[in-house]
């Protein structure tokens, strides 16, 4: 137990109350000077300052069996859970509650919200963890504090609750997953790895003496213990600048609040905190079934809809073209990414517009859906695109638009070119 920050406390009205300023020691490691400094002769206890870790890089963790306002069913489960625990130090509070005393390698936050439904809590992350022989408290074994890797994964096992940590990564393939974890583990300074984590120095607030941050080996999140941040793998090597393996840079579409991204042929809709709500494969994202939920769950309207989707397709046809141009045999061949339905559908109404006896007029039902009006601008630029399909460089075009600040010239502009093979210039 040595090693740790430590602060003198009284009791008022049976209520712990620190000495003096203890801010400090949340992030400055206190020297016998500063110990001796503090106000020791008023003191009728200590507290560990939990956030600190000791000489060792270990975190203080308390699992506190408290029976102060809570139901008798709430007691007794938290009794029979104690004994599921791992055994350690045992410690009686001054209001008769149980304390067992962990070392932890990963640094845990506070969990209060299993107190009513428990009587369980775990003091960690920044409180303050009085022990004996403070006034009021006795120990209950001779053990000293066990030694674990993630007192909170503990904690959440025991009580048999979900882990909000395990859900960074929630819908990408496990195999996928194993990738990039070779390829950020490899950018990090590891320093070594238990049964659960790799252990590293931390790469956004160095220099630290001991590792403070870690990746879970299985569930695949990352813990800073500098802020407490969680990472899934793909948010680490963003802030790594680490392009991940079988993902596309920058395939990203914006659905409102929300948004598409592709991962090899997946698609994942992410919300606004970059969490994975629907996942379907990129040959099914035209389909209508699919359409009509992201609809649902993005409140975004139709027409905004089907044009993002038409060019998110498209993006990702040309990029995974980019991506396997060595490996294909002939690069003329299409690539289908259309279910078969979807494509025969798309078949049939090319078939009926070249047939047609006036085909601009054939063709504009479907310029609508991506530009709303604008009929003559979008019907002329559009047909002076269909050059870039040319080998010829006669056949091809220069096209300038002219017009008022605001008009709608650069959306007429990106919108109808993400279609062709274009140059942009001024």
């Given at each position: 137990?040595?090693?740790?920050?430590?602060?003198?406390v009284?009791?008022?009205?049976?209520?712990k109350?620190?000495?003096?300023?203890?801010?400090?020691?949340?992030?400055?490691?206190?020297?016998e000077?500063d110990?001796?400094?503090?106000?020791?002769?008023?003191?009728?206890?200590?507290?560990?300052?939990?956030?600190?870790?000791?000489?060792?890089?270990?975190?203080?963790?308390?699992?506190d069996y408290?029976?102060?306002?809570?139901?008798?069913?709430?007691?007794?489960?938290?009794?029979?859970?104690?004994?599921?625990?791992?055994i350690?130090?045992?410690?009686?509070?001054?209001?008769?509650?149980?304390?067992?005393?962990?070392?932890?390698?990963?640094k845990?936050?506070?969990?209060r919200?299993?107190?009513?439904?428990?009587a369980?809590?775990?003091?960690?992350?920044?409180?303050?963890?009085?022990?004996?022989p403070s006034?009021?408290?006795?120990t209950?074994?001779?053990?000293?504090?066990?030694?674990?890797?993630?007192?909170?994964?503990?904690?959440?096992?025991?009580?048999?609750?979900?882990?909000?940590?395990?859900e960074a990564?929630?819908?990408?393939?496990?195999?996928?997953l194993?990738?990039?974890?070779?390829?950020?583990?490899?950018?990090?300074?590891?320093?070594?790895?238990?049964?659960?984590?790799?252990?590293?120095?931390?790469?956004?607030?160095?220099?630290?003496?001991?590792?403070?941050?870690?990746?879970?080996?299985?569930?695949?999140?990352?813990i800073?213990?500098?802020?407490?941040?969680?990472?899934?793998?793909?948010?680490?090597?963003?802030?790594?600048?680490?392009?991940?393996?079988?993902?596309?840079?920058?395939?990203t579409s914006?659905l409102?609040?929300?948004?598409?991204?592709?991962?090899?042929?997946?698609?994942?809709?992410?919300?606004?905190?970059?969490?994975p709500?629907?996942?379907?494969?990129?040959?099914?994202?035209?389909?209508?079934?699919?359409?009509?939920?992201?609809?649902?769950?993005?409140?975004?309207?139709?027409?905004?809809?089907?044009?993002?989707?038409?060019?998110?397709?498209?993006?990702?046809?040309?990029?995974?073209?980019?991506?396997?141009?060595?490996?294909v045999?002939?690069?003329?061949?299409?690539?289908?990414?259309?279910?078969?339905?979807?494509?025969?559908?798309?078949?049939?109404?090319?078939e009926?517009?070249?047939?047609?006896?006036?085909?601009?007029?054939?063709?504009?039902?479907h310029?609508?859906?991506?530009?709303?009006?604008?009929?003559?601008?979008?019907?002329?630029i559009?047909?002076?695109l269909?050059?870039?399909?040319?080998?010829?460089?006669?056949?091809?075009?220069?096209?300038?638009l002219?017009?008022?600040?605001?008009?709608?010239?650069?959306?007429?502009?990106?919108?109808?070119?993400?279609?062709?093979?274009?140059?942009?210039?001024?």
């Open positions: 137990m040595k090693g740790f920050n430590v602060v003198p009284v009791f008022i009205d049976g209520k109350q620190p000495l003096g300023d203890w801010g400090q020691w949340h992030s400055k490691r206190q020297t000077k110990f001796h400094e503090q106000f020791w002769d008023s003191a009728e206890g200590f507290g560990i300052v939990t956030d600190y870790p000791n000489d060792d890089g270990f975190y203080l963790a308390i699992v408290d029976v102060k306002r809570v139901s008798e069913e709430a007691k007794a489960k938290g009794r029979e859970l104690l004994g599921k625990f791992p350690t130090r045992m410690e009686k509070s001054a209001t008769g509650g149980i304390h067992l005393v962990y070392l932890s390698k990963v845990p936050k506070p969990e919200r299993y107190h009513d439904s428990h369980l809590e775990l003091i960690a992350g920044g409180l303050l963890a009085v022990m004996a006034k009021g408290y006795v209950l074994n001779d053990n000293e504090p066990t030694v674990i890797e993630d007192a909170l994964g503990i904690f959440y096992q025991v009580l048999g609750v979900k882990d909000d940590r395990a990564n929630e819908g990408v393939d496990s195999n996928l194993e990738k990039w974890l070779s390829q950020i583990k490899a950018k990090l300074k590891v320093a070594g790895e238990g049964n659960q984590f790799i252990y590293a120095h931390c790469p956004f607030h160095p220099p630290d003496k001991h590792p403070s941050f870690a990746i879970h080996k299985i569930k695949n999140y990352a800073d213990f500098h802020d407490g941040q969680v990472y899934s793998l793909r948010q680490l090597a963003e802030a790594l600048d680490i392009k991940l393996e079988g993902s596309f840079e920058g395939l914006r409102g609040a929300y948004r598409l991204n592709l991962v090899e042929r997946n698609v994942f809709l992410l919300d606004s905190r970059g969490q709500v629907f996942t379907c494969k990129l040959h099914v994202l035209n389909a209508d079934k699919t359409k009509k939920k992201i609809a649902e769950l993005t409140g975004v309207d139709k027409a905004e809809l089907e044009r993002k989707v038409a060019e998110f397709v498209f993006r990702a046809n040309l990029m995974e073209r980019n991506e396997d141009k060595n490996d045999a002939d690069e003329t061949e299409p690539i289908s990414i259309l279910d078969e339905e979807t494509e025969a559908r798309i078949n049939a109404e090319v009926k517009i070249i047939n047609a006896e006036n085909q601009l007029a054939a063709l504009k039902p310029l609508d859906i991506v530009i709303v009006g604008e009929d003559d601008n979008k019907t002329a559009y047909t002076l269909t050059g870039s399909k040319f080998a010829d460089l006669d056949k091809k075009q220069i096209i300038i002219k017009g008022t600040e605001g008009g709608g010239k650069t959306t007429i502009a990106s919108t109808l070119t993400s279609f062709f093979k274009t140059k942009e210039v001024g």
